[in-house]
């Protein structure tokens, strides 16, 4: 392990965020190692307008939590990674509870044929692509495994971590997740089920 007087660059996760617990400008380096990858996964999961906020709001949970991080665990992404994930979902139940509430209100007539065009565009935008279209059907917790794996490049041990569940559940999850990809875009094979049919 390093000195005491090491730069914080130069140590494993693990250390780091340990010796962030009394020297928290040192979590700083975690956040520069890291960024780039989360940051990464929330603009394919939220977009990039979003991605932002939420980039900010995972390192400061991720900061808040670092006295319970579990340092047998040497790399954090997967960490870092569980943490996006749940403010995904969090993002979305409340999205939904809007999206529910504006439903229930109704748009007032006169913004009614414009409310309509602009959902119409950012849904064409979002969509653009068929397997983006494929993906949205997945259920959430396929949809999480499949975007850390093919998308983000985690091993299945990686992304089992990463949202707290067996490794046989991840093997499950993935392997439904190719299946309905696959039946979707209405091909017998696709490059992404491919990725996965040559891991684990």
Same mark, same amino acid.
């Given at each position: ?100 509430? !504006?439903? #229930? &209100?109704?748009?007032? %007539?006169? @913004?009614?044929?414009?409310? +309509?065009? $602009? *959902? ?22 396929? !949809?999480? #495994? &499949?975007?850390?794996? %093919?998308? @983000?490049?985690?091993?299945? +041990?990686? $992304? *089992? ?40």
């Amino acid at each position: 392990m390093s000195s005491s007087g090491a730069d914080p660059g130069d140590l494993e996760d693990a250390e780091l965020i340990a010796r962030s617990v009394t020297r928290p400008d040192w979590f700083s380096a975690i956040f520069d190692r890291h960024a780039a990858h989360i940051h990464r996964y929330l603009v394919r999961r939220i977009g990039p307008s979003a991605a932002e906020d939420a980039l900010g709001e995972a390192f400061l949970v991720a900061f808040r939590k670092r006295e319970s991080y579990d340092t047998e665990r040497r790399d954090a992404r997967p960490w870092l990674y569980g943490i996006a994930t749940n403010l995904v979902a969090q993002r979305r139940r409340e999205e939904a509870r809007e999206l529910r509430l !504006r439903e #229930a &209100l109704g748009p007032p %007539a006169a @913004e009614e044929g414009h409310a +309509e065009r $602009v *959902a119409e565009q950012v849904t064409a935008e979002a969509m653009g692509r068929l397997l983006d279209a494929a993906l949205a059907e997945l259920a959430d917790g396929d !949809r999480d #495994a &499949l975007t850390l794996f %093919a998308g @983000e490049g985690l091993s299945y +041990e990686e $992304v *089992a971590s990463a949202l707290a569940i067996p490794l046989g559940t991840v093997r499950s999850r993935l392997n439904r997740a190719r299946r309905k990809v696959r039946e979707a875009l209405g091909r017998p094979d696709t490059t992404t089920s491919k990725e996965i049919s040559t891991h684990g």
